[in-house]
């Protein structure tokens, strides 16, 4: 029973420094990588025509982002869609750093929601 034990601690240890190792070579992680990404959308403006709201992309991690792209959601008062719409950034997000674009949304908008759609991580 002890010479079970000892070999199935040999194969597990074995077997893991073995995956470790490969995933090293292939550059790969066996960790999940968090992308700490935010997006705000909450500084809404109505004129007398069109709504705009100001998006801001902020950048929580230590990695560079390009091609950030957010959805933008406007709703009216009975919290009725009016429009979806994309926007995207195309520059680089720098680490710890926020860009900001402002978008065109129906005149009727009276709050929004934004979320990310997809990032680049820069390595």
Do not use: W
């Not at 040999?10 to 999940?32: A, K």
């Not at 909450?42 to 990695?63: A, G, K």
Request: proline share 4%; aromatic share 6%; net charge positive.
């Amino acid at each position: 029973m002890k010479s079970l034990f000892r070999l199935l601690l040999i194969v597990v240890v074995f077997g893991g420094l073995i995956l470790y190792v490969v995933s090293r070579y292939n550059n790969t992680s066996l960790t999940p990588q968090t992308i700490d990404l935010t997006v705000d959308c909450s500084d809404l403006e109505n004129v007398l025509v069109t709504s705009t709201v100001n998006v801001v992309v902020s950048n929580l991690s230590s990695r560079s982002h390009n091609d950030v792209s957010v959805k933008v959601v406007a709703f009216d008062e009975a919290g009725k869609v009016l429009k979806e719409k994309y926007t995207t950034f195309s520059r680089t997000l720098s680490p710890n750093s926020n860009f900001d674009k402002p978008v065109t949304l129906p005149a009727g908008t009276k709050r929004c929601d934004c979320k990310i759609v997809s990032s680049h991580p820069v390595k």
